[in-house]
Structure formats: structure tokens, C-alpha cells
């Protein structure tokens, strides 16, 4: 009966694990490129979850290790170092036949691998929406941060010490109110682009590349301003069960809130720096109200503007289940795009997006994580800018 | 786009008011009985929620608030008490036309209603099993445990003290891991019979009063191990927020999980004591698993074993939405009863149900939450158990 069953038992099996990683499951993972044997590609930061150091160019190292999958069955499975040649890249091979995890359909899945102790491995795989940001708030880790070890320190930046002081100093001048989603996400992106210098300008050249560094740098502040803001709290005993569990609800409840309307401000920001007309949460029919209309709601409800001037965009952080929500959103507009943060997506679910008349806007960085044969269908976010831009001149 | 935003909007209203209430809605407050005016009936352990007394008997009271529905709009409503004549409660009256939380669409919703001073009220229906779970889960209330104040003690019975010694002595004999749902179920309904002085008789007289008591019973020494389980990690200072918030996850979590299976124990218990016979969890096609079967797996699966003494059981606490789950359990049995704690579901939905096939077990004193056109299509335990009796006799 209880839902979610699954992201809480990968959220206790991380807590307890010594070392644990995610990603997202990319097309190349499963094969489905073609180029070799099906395996997981791991971030070269991964190391420390089945070495003792990182491995050294010039030769192949390996580990076999037995790994659960799902508190269910067990695959002896090898985890590779590869640092001949020009290679210089880890992966975890060998699943036997009938590995559920590598299928096409896993494309887009966050897999999830726990070290419990030097013998002990398990692994999970979780491919609902709901269960992906389930385990990633619980956690407090933007989707952006995956592919690396969890709870391990961010890598450090150029920028990362002045950023870091003037998010201190921004913390340290807020009042006893934690501050609206809106303000943080502004504020992050302020802050930002003072630590690196950038000006409008400087954004526009890399819109794909900055949205990421927004969205992260916003979960860091946000994580500096929820462990200001609590710190007295949980270093004081509480009094009785209760008293815990209505500081962790807010806690949770908090982090789970905060992704919900981050992406979109980002976005705003970003189609303002490019001068391009827009209206967020337009109203369309009854009560819809999608995420971004260009040019705008009058033009949208005005019947003699030319539909092929309209441009609808979806924002979702996830979306291998929820892209169905925008298809009834604004009906003057057959093609509906959705930006996305979603790391692959499987070529099944991208055929029928195809069907529906969704067109899919994504991160640059992340459309090797698509299969190859729908890559030409997914804009990166400068494409679908200069798209807009072109009708509107 | 978040998910379950309404269930943490309702947790954290709760948490910051003076005080809380929850109950679900009847068919008897929307009015679908046609015997008064609609409007809520509440408990008369309510009464801190709206006066500094309770109301005494030979003379009406009644204040009128200021009530925020959803944190949206505002109804100028009235607390009443009535205790001239024969009667002596209380309902909440006045909500104006186009009031939408007193449709029969809202039998079985829950209503929380929070004092947040003197002068403001917040109000919240949760409609979907998931939020209305959520919420439960989060505040830790078990849904026998609602129609009451939140968070105030539980009203004191005879066997209490004796029951809490017994309870006391169990969670100070447990090793350091936290037992399983089974344990913590059978461990409850055997230390209630024992300070209650119960026998299989006695349980045999009251089957839908006693699964009601266990719940009960189980819900309290769930938070007692849970209590002493966490005593110590609470009572000291948490270094930062990464090790807060693995605990937090760890105690909401566990939460979550409890309800799960814990009916189905409960359930299984009573059959035998009427030593019924029945398989859970048996397999019927594919790979579904139904609560129950009766007589038996084996039975289910010999095609020459009469369809018409096969009957179907399932178990959900909550079910109004679920209730369609249970539909392809088990194809051979086309009537599908289902067991559920559900306070009340509307008249559309039962038609919805009877349409397929649905057949509603509930707890005896829950049958008056429902639409009374539809009582008589509803039987109590203890009707359901002498039907599988009959069949199997």
C-alpha cells in the first residue's frame, strides 16, 4: 500500500552506505549508440567508491565486486579503470543476461550505487519522476549535481572562494524570514555573475552553460541559508519526538517546495537578456495557465495574430512521465516545446513525445545523453532563443 | 510543479497554529442525509479550537470567525454549540453559496481546521489519498485517530495505565534495532488483549470495534519505540544540517512505511480467530498478489473448485482513489470486496464502485459516514466474516 516505496529505500541505503553515486542512465550506458558492450559510464570523481585511489594513466585497472540490485537479485559485476591509449575513464561492466537496468527504456533513470562496506554493493535504479526528485530533495541535490559522489564537497571553481564569501555575506544579512524561491534564485544568479564578472553579454554567448551554473549555484545558496537559518535549532536537544518531527517536516517539506518555480525564474531571466517578448504563466483556456508563452497572452487570445508567431514553452526540472501535462495546455498551439533538465530520455518515450507534437529544449551538454537518433530533434536552449528571436523580428 | 504541495501547506499550517483539528467529512455535513443545513459537525473535544470553555448543557453558545480556505478566499463562519433540549454538540455553519468543500464530492475528504490566533482561522480539505496519507503520516496520526484535536492527548481509558506499563516494559526489553511492522502489530494487539483481559471469545463478539482498538493500540507503542528509539540522537546536538536531515529522512520514512502492511496483519489475525480459511498475498495471475483469497491459493487455481465459494479480499486504509487497483486481482472473481478505514466515500464514487463490482467491508461505527442510500450496500466485519463462514461451513 504506501507509495514511494522505493526512493525512501535508496535514501536509507545512501545514508548508510560509506561511499554512494548517481546518474542518470544515458543512452551510450545502454548501448544504444551501438559503439560497445553495455555498461555504466562513471565520473571520474567516482573513485573512491571501488578504489583505494584513482587510477593512473599509462595502465587498465579492476575491481569485481557482487552487487544487490534492488534488495533482490545479485550480479558480479566489474568496475574498470581504463588509462591506456587515450583513454582515461572508469566504468561498471558485466550484468549477465536479463539485466532489467540497461535497456533502452532505462534511458533517462537515475541509477543509484551504494559501497556498504568493502565486500557489500548495492545498486538501484529509479525511473518514475516522482521517484527521482523524491531522492534527490531528500537529499538536497540538484539534478545537475549528479554524476558525482553524494555528499561529497562540490568541486572547486575559479570563482568558488569570492562566491562563496558574498554568499556568506548575504546570508548574514537576512532577517529571521527564509526567503521566497523567487528571491534565492535571483539572488544566486546575482551573485553569480558578480563572482565571475559576467555581464549580459557574457551570458547570452553560452545560455546553455550558464542556466546550469544558475540552477546549481541557487542550491548552494540555498543550502548556505537553510543551515544559517537552523542552525540553533538542531544544536539544541529537542524536547520530545514531536518537537523533531515538526522541525524535519519543515526542513523536508521546504526542500522539496523550493525546486517547484526555481527553473522557471531562471528562464524568465534568461529571455529577458535576450530581449525576447514573453508571458509566464499566461492564461490560456479556463483555467490553464502554461508555464511561457511568446509573445504573449494578448497576441495568444487575439484570433487574427498569426498562430505560427505563437511559440509555447514548458518548463520541467523531470519530465519522463510528466510531459503529458502540457499537451492540453494551450490549444491554438500545436507544438508545444519543453525545456528540460531531464538527463536522456528513452527512444520509445521520445517517439511518442514526437506523436504529441512535443518538441524537447535541453542543456547542451546534456543532449549526448539522448539516443543518437533523435539527438537533431532536441534544441539546446540557444537554438530555441534564436528561434524565438526570429519570429519576433 | 511540485507534487503533494497541499499536504506540506496543511502540515506546516498545522505546526504553526495555536491548535489544530481534523476530521472526515460525513455524508451527515454535506447535507446528502437532507436532515439540516450543511455544515461540519465536530467532536466535542473540539471545543478549545473556538471557546476558552466547553459548552454547557440548557443554553446554546456560539462565535462567529474569520475562516482562509486553501490560503485563498474567506468565509465569515460560525462555531455553535447546542446544548439546550437533548442535544449537546457542535458544528461549524455558514460558508455562503458556491462554498466548495460541502459538495457530496467531499464525503471522506479531510478537513483540518487551524487556530492560528485569536482572530484567524485557516481551513483545508485534502481530497486525494495521497495527500490526505501524507498528512496523516507526517503529523503521525493514525486515520481512527482523526475527529479529534491534533497533537492533544489521547483520551484516557480503563485499561490505559496498565496498557502503557505493558508497553513501557516491551520497549525497554527491545535490542537496539527497530522491530519490523508485523512484530510491532502482533506485539500491540497482544498486550491490549492482555491488559483488556480479552480471549478469542471476546474478540469474536466485537470484530469491527476490535481491529479499530488495534490500530489504535498499534499506532501508540509505534510511537513509544519510536520515542526511546530516537531519544538519544534528539537529545544531543546535531553537527550540521547533512546529519540532521539523515534522520529526519530516516524517522519520516519509517513513518511512511509503518501503515503499509500492518492492516493486513491485523486482518489476517481476525480470521483465524473465527478460524476462517484463507491465503494473503496468494498469487492469481501474472504476478498479482491480492490481500486475500479464501478459501485458498490452491482453490483459486483448481478450475473445477466452484467460483461461487471463491471470494476476494482487499485491504487498503485509504481507497478513495485506490480502489481501483484491486479491479484486476484476481479475474476468476468478478465481486471484489474490499476492507478500509475510509470515513466516509461519496455517493458517485460508491456508484462508481458498484458499477465495478466493488463490494465495501468497513468498520461498523464508520458506516454512518457514509450516504444512507448506500449503507445497506455496505457490510461491517463481522457481516463479512459470517459470509465467508457460511461459504466455507
Known amino acids: 500500500m ?29 548501448g544504444a549508440t551501438g559503439a560497445h558492450q553495455a555498461g555504466f559510464y ?20 579492476d575491481k569485481t565486486v557482487r552487487i544487490k540490485w534492488h ?21 561498471l561492466t558485466r550484468f549477465g543476461r536479463d539485466f532489467p537496468f540497461l535497456r533502452d527504456e532505462n534511458v533517462g533513470d537515475l541509477l543509484v550505487l551504494c559501497k556498504m562496506n568493502a565486500e557489500e554493493y548495492k545498486g538501484y535504479v529509479l525511473s518514475s519522476d516522482e521517484d527521482i526528485d523524491n531522492f534527490l530533495d531528500a537529499l538536497g541535490i540538484s539534478s545537475p549535481e549528479t554524476n558525482r559522489l ?75 541559508i537553510e543551515s544559517d537559518y537552523y542552525a540553533e535549532v538542531i544544536s539544541r536537544p529537542f524536547e520530545n519526538m514531536d518537537s523533531f518531527v515538526q522541525i524535519a517536516n519543515s526542513v523536508l517539506n521546504r526542500r522539496k517546495s523550493r525546486a517547484g518555480k526555481s527553473l522557471e525564474h531562471h528562464l524568465s531571466f534568461m529571455f529577458e537578456a535576450f530581449s525576447l517578448r514573453f508571458k509566464d504563466q499566461p492564461k490560456t483556456e479556463g483555467k490553464k495557465r502554461p508555464d511561457f508563452i511568446f509573445p504573449g497572452e494578448d497576441e495568444y487570445h487575439d484570433l487574427s495574430y498569426s498562430t505560427d508567431n505563437l511559440i509555447f514553452l514548458g518548463a520541467k526540472t523531470t519530465c519522463k512521465d510528466r510531459w503529458r501535462q502540457i499537451l492540453n495546455e494551450a490549444d491554438r498551439i500545436k507544438t508545444k516545446h519543453l525545456f528540460t533538465l ?17 518538441k524537447l529544449v535541453v542543456p ?30
Open 42 to 61: 562513471l565520473h571520474k570523481s567516482s573513485w573512491p567508491l571501488y578504489f583505494d585511489e584513482p587510477g593512473i594513466r599509462g595502465s587498465n585497472k
Open 342 to 358: 531531464q538527463q536522456g530520455i528513452s527512444s520509445g518515450q521520445l517517439k511518442e513525445m514526437r506523436i504529441h507534437g512535443v
Open 150 to 224: 553524494i555528499k561529497a564537497e562540490p568541486p572547486p571553481d575559479e570563482e568558488q572562494p569570492l562566491l562563496q564569501q558574498l554568499f556568506s555575506n548575504y546570508v548574514a544579512g537576512l532577517d529571521r524570514n527564509f526567503p521566497q524561491t523567487e528571491e534565492v534564485a535571483d539572488s544566486a544568479r546575482r551573485l553569480l555573475m558578480q563572482a565571475s564578472n559576467q555581464q549580459l553579454p557574457d551570458i547570452r554567448k553560452a545560455p546553455d552553460k550558464e542556466i546550469l551554473r544558475w540552477i546549481d549555484a541557487e542550491y548552494q545558496l540555498f543550502r548556505d
Open 71 to 91: 534488495d533482490d537479485f545479485e550480479t558480479e559485476s566489474r568496475f574498470i579503470y581504463y588509462g591506456t591509449g587515450t583513454r582515461n575513464e572508469y566504468r
Open 364 to 393: 547542451k551538454e546534456y543532449i549526448t545523453a539522448y539516443p543518437p537518433e533523435h539527438r537533431d530533434e532536441i534544441s539546446p536552449l540557444i537554438d530555441f532563443i534564436g528561434y524565438v528571436k526570429e519570429k519576433q523580428s
Open 2 to 30: 504506501p507509495e514511494n516505496d522505493l526512493s525512501r529505500t535508496v535514501v536509507n541505503a545512501v545514508n548508510a552506505a560509506e561511499v554512494a553515486f548517481s546518474k542518470f542512465i544515458t543512452a551510450n550506458d545502454t
